[in-house]
């Protein structure tokens, strides 16, 4: 007879133990083990979260080289059956080799489950006809529980899943997540409730009143945009460093729907229009995906969505100075271009109704679309058509982690028809699936590609410009660490078109993702080391700092309400000099829409106890050498540029922190 020891660790999270019967069975190369009952010398054995059992399965003979094993549970005699969450099982043989199974999942009932030997392997590697076999019966399972649906026709597919206990266990929250995620909510909620906010359909009376919806939720950041919301050095700042750093451009030559000319604007340093573009000091953001959208009625009130073009300029100092704004698309008499040498509030209103327009292609376009629901589709194909053993799963698994779940909730209380947003926005309902397409239909694989969107934007000289700067040094860590990764298992670019997993994963992207838009530049199959690299990189840093830098700072900018209007419920001015702090009270939106958009932010804004950071891999998916030590060196540079991070914001008056690696989470998971 010879012994294996077989270590079980179960994970430390909260209801992760079982008291059920488990049972092993051990199979390699040379034959497997009987089913072996794990017990203590008391008997039954209790698996504790956060601790490692060791157990003993004794068998005639070696079973060579440990391919697999099957694992199972059984509720005592009287027991209920209850959910366990083991995180991996170690297997010392009598040669002294180690094995490690990852499994970092519920087992809910008691079927047989089958776990690979946590080395990765690609398919043709995959040589063991019970490798072969699990690799089948796992996908087979997989594409059942992961199934494509439609939520709405021209949008990226999405999970198939009512509610989100319709979701495998494994996608879920975590019993922390949930209770925090639930908190937070009912708890904004509540204090709203309590001050009569939530329910109150009255204009503000004062500018005042406003900033004590939530008074006790202020961020430094939140207290700086209240003090300088009206200042258009403030206004310039924020296409670069607020939450929507992704639309401005530099501008060439001035579109012909916005007749702007040198005796209309003045523009420090004394150069004309023309001279200015030539030094590349004129930059243009354009609404033109808002143009026509048919807005929201809130409250029984019509509201007013523009897509504003807007120009600015870059000060001898430095600055990003807005220099004109003109809020329709199309020139006429009613449509005037609004100048910084306007009266007080005609310039006001005009930066007024950009931001609320910037509010809505953010939420939709740049944060919606552009990370949850792409980060959906890289999930649901990845776990759809890539099984566990396979290096790509084991690189990209942490970059799922929640997403399938909050992407879910967003369905149900977000955009839903009675969500938040369709309720309450300015483009709700009808106007947001308009303005998904649009985006949808327009977006292109290099804009997902910061160096490359960078580049296409002609911002790379632009200065102050934190998210592009911490962005691009961002991109290349993460780049250096998937070329190390998957150069390990991919030697030649024969070995990627070969592989009908990885070609498969990204077919699925294509399909249901970019819904086979060729026009897109997303590849339709990998042909190259190269290619496949660049790709998951991208798809890393959609998931990661992109989606950070979109979606954590929403309370610091839109926490103080005239600076982010969710939506706004007056007409804009169509001749200059109507405009007062009167209008401009009646155009905001009302108090329950405005407490209703605040409560949102500061939820999405909020992070959990139990936030994974970008580069920590609190669950065990390599084993090999090679991957673990490029592991160790992405984690030595996300360090490194925390630390210029962290060194340059202490000399800024307003720190950008949203793309510092402790403070990113791994996946969309918020």
């Known amino acids: 007879m010879v012994k294996y020891e077989v270590f079980i660790t179960t994970a430390k999270l909260a209801q992760a133990m079982t008291t059920n019967n488990v049972f092993i069975k051990l199979v390699g190369t040379d034959g497997e083990s009987k089913r072996t009952w794990l017990t203590?010398?008391?008997?039954?054995?209790?698996?504790?979260?956060?601790?490692?059992?060791?157990?003993?399965?004794?068998?005639?003979a070696s079973l060579g080289k440990l391919v697999l094993i099957e694992v199972d549970k059984k509720p005592l005699l009287l027991f209920p059956e209850d959910a366990w969450f083991p995180s991996k099982v170690k297997v010392k043989s009598p040669e002294g080799d180690i094995y490690n199974f990852p499994i970092h999942r519920w087992i809910l009932d008691s079927e047989v489950q089958l776990f690979r030997e946590g080395t990765a392997l690609r398919i043709s590697d995959d040589n063991h006809h019970l490798g072969k076999y699990s690799r089948e019966k796992e996908l087979k399972k997989r594409e059942e529980l992961y199934g494509w649906d439609v939520y709405k026709e021209g949008l990226p597919h999405c999970m198939k899943g009512d509610n989100p206990l319709c979701l495998p266990a494994e996608v879920r929250f975590s019993f922390t997540k949930t209770t925090e995620f639930l908190f937070t909510a009912s708890t904004g909620l509540t204090e709203l409730q309590l001050k009569g906010l939530s329910c109150s359909k009255k204009n503000w009376s004062n500018l005042d009143d406003i900033g004590k919806v939530f008074c006790n939720k202020t961020t430094d950041i939140s207290e700086y945009v209240q003090q300088h919301w009206k200042d258009d050095a403030f206004f310039g700042f924020q296409y670069l460093n607020g939450v929507n750093p992704i639309l401005i451009q530099r501008c060439i030559d001035l579109p012909k729907n916005f007749p702007v000319t040198d005796d209309m604007v003045f523009l420090q340093g004394g150069g004309s229009l023309m001279e200015e573009m030539q030094k590349g000091n004129i930059f243009l953001c354009d609404y033109k995906r808002?143009?026509?959208?048919?807005?929201?009625?809130?409250?029984?009130?019509?509201?007013?969505?523009?897509?504003?073009?807007?120009?600015?300029?870059?000060?001898?100092?430095?600055?990003?100075?807005?220099?004109?704004?003109?809020?329709?698309?199309?020139?006429?008499?009613?449509?005037?271009?609004?100048?910084?040498?306007?009266?007080?509030?005609?310039?006001?209103?005009?930066?007024?109704?950009?931001?609320?327009?910037?509010?809505?292609?953010?939420?939709l376009n740049v944060h919606l679309l552009r990370t949850h629901l792409l980060a959906e589709v890289f999930a649901v194909s990845l776990l759809r058509n890539v099984p566990m053993v396979h290096p790509l799963y084991k690189l990209l698994i942490p970059h799922t982690r929640y997403t399938l779940q909050i992407n879910n909730l967003a369905r149900l209380v977000l955009i839903s028809e009675t969500g938040v947003f369709t309720e309450f926005s300015a483009s709700g309902g009808e106007g947001m699936i308009?303005?998904?397409?649009?985006?949808?239909?327009?977006?292109?694989?290099?804009?997902?590609?910061?160096?490359?969107?960078?580049?296409?934007?002609?911002?790379?000289?632009?200065?102050?410009?934190?998210?592009?700067?911490?962005?691009?040094?961002?991109?290349?860590?993460?780049?250096?660490?998937?070329?190390?990764?998957?150069?390990?298992?991919?030697?030649?670019?024969?070995?990627?078109?070969?592989?009908?997993?990885?070609?498969?994963?990204?077919?699925?992207?294509?399909?249901?993702?970019?819904?086979?838009?060729?026009s897109t530049g997303v590849p339709q199959k990998f042909?190259?080391?190269?290619?496949?690299?660049?790709?998951?990189?991208?798809?890393?840093?959609?998931?990661?700092?992109?989606?950070?830098?979109?979606?954590?700072?929403?309370?610091?900018?839109?926490?103080?309400?005239?600076?982010?209007?969710?939506?706004?419920?007056?007409?804009?001015?169509t001749t200059k000099g109507t405009a007062s702090e009167a209008t401009m009270l009646q155009t905001f939106p009302d108090i329950n829409t405005t407490a209703q958009g605040m409560a949102t932010m500061w939820l999405l804004s909020k992070q959990s106890s139990d936030f994974v950071p970008l580069g920590k891999y609190p669950e065990e998916h390599f084993f090999e050498e090679v991957p673990c030590k490029l592991i160790k060196d992405f984690q030595g540079e996300l360090e490194i540029l925390s630390t210029a991070i962290k060194s340059r914001n202490e000399?800024?008056?307003?720190?950008?922190?949203?793309?510092?690696?402790?403070l990113l989470e791994n996946s969309v998971a918020i």
């Open 40 to 60: 203590s010398f008391k008997g039954s054995a209790a698996f504790y979260p956060g601790t490692e059992t060791k157990f003993s399965v004794c068998c005639p």
């Open 290 to 363: 808002l143009d026509g959208v048919t807005p929201n009625v809130i409250n029984g009130k019509n509201q007013y969505l523009m897509a504003p073009l807007v120009l600015l300029h870059k000060t001898p100092e430095d600055k990003l100075m807005p220099i004109a704004i003109q809020l329709k698309q199309t020139p006429a008499d009613d449509n005037p271009i609004f100048f910084p040498t306007d009266s007080e509030y005609d310039w006001l209103m005009a930066k007024i109704f950009v931001r609320s327009a910037d509010f809505n292609e953010h939420q």
């Open 434 to 518: 308009t303005i998904l397409n649009r985006s949808l239909s327009t977006m292109t694989y290099s804009s997902l590609c910061i160096p490359d969107d960078i580049a296409e934007r002609g911002v790379e000289a632009v200065p102050n410009f934190y998210y592009r700067d911490d962005g691009l040094r961002l991109w290349d860590i993460i780049h250096r660490f998937v070329n190390g990764v998957l150069g390990h298992y991919y030697k030649s670019d024969d070995e990627v078109c070969q592989d009908p997993e990885l070609q498969k994963w990204i077919q699925d992207i294509f399909e249901h993702g970019f819904l086979s838009q060729a």
């Open 527 to 573: 042909g190259t080391v190269a290619e496949l690299v660049k790709f998951v990189t991208m798809v890393i840093f959609c998931c990661s700092g992109q989606h950070s830098a979109v979606n954590s700072g929403q309370y610091d900018y839109g926490g103080w309400m005239p600076n982010t209007p969710i939506s706004l419920q007056r007409p804009p001015p």
């Open 651 to 662: 000399n800024l008056e307003v720190p950008y922190r949203y793309m510092d690696p402790p």
